[in-house]
Protein backbone atom coordinates (compact mmCIF):
# COMPACT_ATOMS: atom_id res chain seq x y z
CA UNK A 1 0.00 0.00 0.00
CA UNK A 2 1.16 3.75 -1.41
CA UNK A 3 2.28 5.83 1.88
CA UNK A 4 -0.44 7.13 4.80
CA UNK A 5 -0.09 10.37 5.44
CA UNK A 6 -0.39 11.43 9.24
CA UNK A 7 -3.19 13.66 9.55
CA UNK A 8 -7.18 12.60 8.87
CA UNK A 9 -8.95 14.60 6.60
CA UNK A 10 -12.60 14.88 5.73
CA UNK A 11 -13.74 13.61 2.77
CA UNK A 12 -14.13 17.45 1.72
CA UNK A 13 -10.60 17.80 2.44
CA UNK A 14 -9.42 15.02 0.56
CA UNK A 15 -11.19 16.16 -2.23
CA UNK A 16 -9.58 19.43 -1.99
CA UNK A 17 -6.54 18.24 -1.60
CA UNK A 18 -6.22 15.94 -4.90
CA UNK A 19 -7.51 19.13 -6.57
CA UNK A 20 -4.72 21.48 -5.34
CA UNK A 21 -1.59 19.76 -5.63
CA UNK A 22 -2.49 17.18 -8.83
CA UNK A 23 -1.67 14.51 -6.83
CA UNK A 24 -3.60 10.66 -6.62
CA UNK A 25 -4.37 9.86 -2.86
CA UNK A 26 -6.35 6.78 -2.09
CA UNK A 27 -8.55 7.91 0.74
CA UNK A 28 -9.71 4.53 3.48
CA UNK A 29 -11.75 5.61 6.37
CA UNK A 30 -10.15 9.83 7.14
CA UNK A 31 -6.27 8.21 6.48
CA UNK A 32 -5.29 9.28 2.69
CA UNK A 33 -2.04 7.41 0.96
CA UNK A 34 -0.22 8.90 -1.48
CA UNK A 35 -0.24 6.95 -4.55
CA UNK A 36 3.29 5.88 -5.61
CA UNK A 37 4.61 6.27 -9.19
CA UNK A 38 4.74 2.78 -11.06
CA UNK A 39 7.90 0.99 -12.70
CA UNK A 40 8.17 1.24 -16.49
CA UNK A 41 6.82 -2.76 -16.04
CA UNK A 42 4.30 -1.86 -13.63
CA UNK A 43 2.52 0.63 -16.44
CA UNK A 44 3.56 -1.17 -19.37
CA UNK A 45 1.22 -4.20 -18.02
CA UNK A 46 -1.71 -1.54 -17.20
CA UNK A 47 -1.45 -0.24 -20.76
CA UNK A 48 -1.39 -3.24 -22.44
CA UNK A 49 -4.22 -4.92 -20.41
CA UNK A 50 -6.71 -1.69 -20.61
CA UNK A 51 -5.56 -1.16 -24.25
CA UNK A 52 -6.73 -4.95 -25.39
CA UNK A 53 -9.93 -4.34 -23.52
CA UNK A 54 -10.40 -0.87 -25.21
CA UNK A 55 -9.44 -2.27 -28.43
CA UNK A 56 -12.24 -5.37 -27.66
CA UNK A 57 -14.82 -3.35 -26.36
CA UNK A 58 -15.34 -0.16 -28.77
CA UNK A 59 -18.80 0.04 -30.69
CA UNK A 60 -20.16 -1.70 -27.38
CA UNK A 61 -21.92 -0.35 -24.44
CA UNK A 62 -18.95 -0.48 -22.24
CA UNK A 63 -16.42 2.39 -21.68
CA UNK A 64 -12.76 1.83 -20.06
CA UNK A 65 -10.99 3.64 -18.14
CA UNK A 66 -7.57 3.77 -16.81
CA UNK A 67 -5.91 4.77 -13.62
CA UNK A 68 -6.80 8.21 -13.68
CA UNK A 69 -10.38 7.41 -12.61
CA UNK A 70 -11.49 6.90 -9.05
CA UNK A 71 -13.24 4.44 -7.81
CA UNK A 72 -15.81 5.22 -4.54
CA UNK A 73 -16.23 2.33 -2.88
CA UNK A 74 -18.27 3.96 0.27
CA UNK A 75 -18.92 7.64 1.38
CA UNK A 76 -15.63 7.07 3.29
CA UNK A 77 -13.36 5.02 0.70
CA UNK A 78 -12.14 6.07 -2.58
CA UNK A 79 -9.41 3.98 -4.45
CA UNK A 80 -7.70 3.98 -7.89
CA UNK A 81 -7.98 0.66 -9.80
CA UNK A 82 -5.06 0.38 -12.64
CA UNK A 83 -7.90 -0.54 -14.95
CA UNK A 84 -11.64 -0.40 -14.94
CA UNK A 85 -14.72 -0.88 -17.04
CA UNK A 86 -18.48 0.01 -17.28
CA UNK A 87 -21.09 -1.95 -19.48
CA UNK A 88 -24.28 0.39 -19.88
CA UNK A 89 -24.14 4.13 -18.38
CA UNK A 90 -21.27 4.93 -16.30
CA UNK A 91 -22.32 6.49 -12.84
CA UNK A 92 -20.50 8.98 -11.01
CA UNK A 93 -21.25 10.40 -7.00
CA UNK A 94 -20.56 13.60 -8.46
CA UNK A 95 -20.98 16.16 -11.29
CA UNK A 96 -17.04 16.40 -12.65
CA UNK A 97 -17.65 12.85 -13.33
CA UNK A 98 -14.23 11.56 -11.09
CA UNK A 99 -16.20 9.36 -8.99
CA UNK A 100 -17.14 5.56 -10.34
CA UNK A 101 -19.31 4.07 -8.41
CA UNK A 102 -20.83 1.16 -10.94
CA UNK A 103 -17.79 -0.15 -12.24
CA UNK A 104 -18.52 -4.22 -13.26
CA UNK A 105 -14.97 -4.88 -13.94
CA UNK A 106 -11.66 -3.82 -12.11
CA UNK A 107 -7.84 -4.78 -12.37
CA UNK A 108 -5.10 -4.27 -10.43
CA UNK A 109 -1.32 -4.61 -11.40
CA UNK A 110 0.46 -6.15 -8.23
CA UNK A 111 3.96 -5.28 -7.15
CA UNK A 112 5.96 -6.67 -4.63
CA UNK A 113 5.15 -3.85 -2.50
CA UNK A 114 1.26 -3.49 -3.23
CA UNK A 115 0.71 -7.66 -3.47
CA UNK A 116 -0.62 -8.08 0.52
CA UNK A 117 -3.05 -4.71 -0.24
CA UNK A 118 -4.09 -5.68 -3.54
CA UNK A 119 -5.26 -9.13 -2.94
CA UNK A 120 -6.85 -8.47 0.50
CA UNK A 121 -7.88 -5.29 1.70
CA UNK A 122 -8.10 -3.77 -1.54
CA UNK A 123 -10.20 -6.99 -3.14
CA UNK A 124 -12.53 -6.67 -0.59
CA UNK A 125 -13.33 -3.14 -1.09
CA UNK A 126 -14.00 -4.18 -5.02
CA UNK A 127 -15.76 -7.24 -4.09
CA UNK A 128 -18.41 -5.40 -1.57
CA UNK A 129 -19.63 -3.05 -4.65
CA UNK A 130 -22.66 -5.05 -5.86
CA UNK A 131 -21.82 -3.67 -9.17
CA UNK A 132 -18.00 -5.51 -9.34
CA UNK A 133 -18.69 -8.69 -11.51
CA UNK A 134 -14.62 -9.45 -12.07
CA UNK A 135 -11.69 -8.49 -10.25
CA UNK A 136 -8.74 -9.38 -12.12
CA UNK A 137 -4.99 -9.57 -10.60
CA UNK A 138 -1.91 -9.57 -12.52
CA UNK A 139 1.64 -10.10 -11.19
CA UNK A 140 4.24 -7.58 -12.46
CA UNK A 141 7.28 -9.94 -11.67
CA UNK A 142 5.51 -13.43 -13.78
CA UNK A 143 2.60 -13.91 -16.32
CA UNK A 144 0.61 -14.80 -13.76
CA UNK A 145 -2.83 -13.62 -12.61
CA UNK A 146 -5.50 -14.31 -10.60
CA UNK A 147 -9.12 -13.92 -11.95
CA UNK A 148 -12.60 -13.12 -9.13
CA UNK A 149 -15.53 -14.02 -10.74
CA UNK A 150 -18.86 -13.42 -8.99
CA UNK A 151 -21.44 -16.14 -8.94
CA UNK A 152 -24.57 -16.35 -7.04
CA UNK A 153 -22.91 -18.53 -4.37
CA UNK A 154 -20.22 -16.40 -4.19
CA UNK A 155 -16.60 -15.16 -5.80
CA UNK A 156 -14.62 -18.15 -7.83
CA UNK A 157 -11.23 -17.95 -8.49
CA UNK A 158 -9.04 -19.02 -11.46
CA UNK A 159 -5.27 -18.37 -11.67
CA UNK A 160 -3.49 -18.17 -15.19
CA UNK A 161 0.14 -18.78 -15.52
CA UNK A 162 2.22 -18.32 -18.73
CA UNK A 163 2.38 -16.09 -21.72
CA UNK A 164 0.32 -19.01 -23.93
CA UNK A 165 -3.11 -18.40 -21.53
CA UNK A 166 -5.82 -16.95 -22.11
CA UNK A 167 -8.00 -15.07 -19.88
CA UNK A 168 -12.10 -15.03 -20.42
CA UNK A 169 -13.81 -11.70 -19.17
CA UNK A 170 -17.31 -13.08 -20.09
CA UNK A 171 -19.08 -10.28 -18.28
CA UNK A 172 -18.02 -7.32 -20.74
CA UNK A 173 -17.76 -9.71 -23.70
CA UNK A 174 -13.92 -9.70 -23.93
CA UNK A 175 -10.57 -11.85 -23.01
CA UNK A 176 -7.14 -11.32 -22.33
CA UNK A 177 -4.16 -12.89 -24.07
CA UNK A 178 -1.02 -13.37 -21.39
CA UNK A 179 1.34 -12.53 -24.23
CA UNK A 180 -0.19 -9.20 -24.82
CA UNK A 181 -1.09 -8.27 -21.34
CA UNK A 182 3.00 -8.94 -20.57
CA UNK A 183 4.08 -7.61 -24.69
CA UNK A 184 7.48 -5.62 -23.90
CA UNK A 185 7.89 -7.16 -20.35
CA UNK A 186 8.66 -10.75 -21.05
CA UNK A 187 9.78 -12.66 -23.94
CA UNK A 188 7.31 -14.36 -26.01
Known sequence: MAERLPKKLTVE???????????????????????????????????????????????????????DMRVKIT????????????????KFSDEKETMLINPIFVAEVMSPSSIDYDSGTKANFYRSLPSVQ???????????????TRHESGWLLREYEGLDKTIPLDSIGCHLEMSEVYLDVFET
Open 134 to 148: VYLLIDQDRPFAQLF
Open 75 to 90: DIKYVYPDCSVVCGEP
Open 13 to 67: EYLALEEADGIKYEYIDGEIYAMSGGTRIHSRIAVNCTTSIDMQTRGKSCEVFNS
